[in-house]
Every structure is written in structure tokens, then in C-alpha cells.
């Protein structure tokens, strides 16, 4: 019996350290994304609103709604976002496939970028094959996800026992 008490005592306290921890990090990291308040969108037709474009020294995410103000269905576009620094230097470019756009048709989208030091970006629309490009995001994505499945599983064993 009074090893289970032990046992309990030393598991309630790394459960609140776990919590402060976590509570810690979090903060961290809510507080390390920056508001990127600079920004220029190129073209007016098909309309782009910036939501929220947030980053930190090494990566970062741009929400924004795309509306179809071009009074017909497009099939297929790419949104282009080049992203700069403070020196202007071209960073990173991201495209966002956008397929079946009917007209007068309002969509949100996200992209996450990994460039550095981006302090603003451009957004314009482009119609030229860029499967490729969307494939590499995809593959670093995918090996980004890849990376942190093993820790995430190891944290939920050890929660789950």
C-alpha cells in the first residue's frame, strides 16, 4: 500500500509538470508567431482578403478567402504567394490549386510556408502547370508529418497507460 501511494504521489507530480510544461510551450509558441501586416495582392479579379497572415523566424501561415468575381467558372488556377524579407529578397513561393472555382463562389484557404525572416509577401494567380511545385510541398508535408508520428505515438502510449 504504501508503494502505491509513492506511485501515485510521483504520477500526480508529472502530471503537473507535463500541464506546465505544456501550458509553457504553448505560450511560447502563440507568442513566437508575429502578424505579417504587410502584403500586396496583384490582381483584383479573381478577389483575394487576407484573414490572418502570421510567422515566425522560420515558418509561418497565411489564411485568406479567394471569391470568384470574374463572373464565369474557372476550372483550374493557382494562387502564387512569393514571400520576401525585410530586404526584399524572394524567400519561398507557394501555390494553392484552386479547381472548379464556379462564379461568385467564396473559399477560404491556408498555406504554411517554412522561408525565414518573411516579413511580406504577394499574392497573384497563375495558370501555368505547377503540379510539381505542389507535389514538393506535399512530399514536405508529408516527411514533417512523417517525423513527428513516432514521438506522437510514444506521448500517447504513455498517456494512455
Known amino acids: 500500500m504504501k508503494r502505491m501511494k509513492t506511485f501515485l504521489k510521483y504520477l500526480i507530480i508529472f502530471v503537473i509538470i507535463y500541464i506546465v510544461f505544456d501550458f509553457f510551450t504553448y505560450r ?69 490549386k484552386i479547381e472548379n472555382f464556379n462564379a461568385d463562389e467564396l473559399r477560404e484557404f491556408k498555406a504554411n510556408f517554412k522561408s525565414t525572416n518573411v516579413s511580406h509577401f504577394k499574392i497573384s494567380f497563375t495558370n501555368e502547370d505547377v503540379e510539381e511545385e505542389i507535389n514538393e510541398q506535399a512530399r514536405e508535408l508529408q516527411e514533417t508529418v512523417n517525423k513527428w508520428i513516432p514521438i506522437v505515438g510514444l506521448v500517447g502510449l504513455i498517456c494512455a497507460t
Open 28 to 96: 511560447y509558441l502563440v507568442n513566437a508567431y508575429k502578424n505579417i501586416r504587410t502584403y500586396e495582392i496583384i490582381e483584383n479579379s479573381p478577389s483575394v482578403e487576407i484573414k490572418e497572415a502570421k510567422a515566425t523566424a522560420v515558418n509561418g501561415y497565411i489564411v485568406a478567402y479567394v471569391k470568384n468575381n470574374t463572373g464565369a467558372n474557372i476550372d483550374k488556377t493557382n494562387v502564387k504567394i512569393d514571400l520576401y524579407n525585410s530586404r526584399g529578397n524572394n524567400v519561398g513561393t507557394k501555390y494553392v
